[in-house]
């Protein structure tokens, strides 16, 4: 089957109800250690970021959200620089 194919009959099936951090992230978690993310800045040394910092980079960023009375169905925009903020998961 040729790639144009496969993409013009690729669909996602995604459930109503779909957490990706929680499928994703949180599933990892249970073992603190294990390694998401090498960020290799264009100079320095490498940042490794496991699975529970992130987890808990979201859940900061979540209950922010919370904090500022946003609920399940509010509209937000997320405006992100592309690669990792400095500092982002001590």
Known sequence: MRLEQVAANFS?????LYNIGADVCDKW???PARIAL???????DNVEYTFA????????????????NL???D?????LPA???AGGAQ
């Open 12 to 16: 996602w099936n995604i459930p109503d």
């Open 29 to 31: 978690s249970q073992e």
């Open 38 to 44: 090498i960020h290799k800045p264009p100079v320095g």
């Open 53 to 68: 910092q992130i987890r808990r980079l979201s859940n900061q960023a979540a209950n922010s959200m919370q904090s500022a």
């Open 71 to 73: 609920a399940c169905g």
């Open 75 to 79: 509209r937000i925009a997320v405006l």
């Open 83 to 85: 690669g990792i903020c």
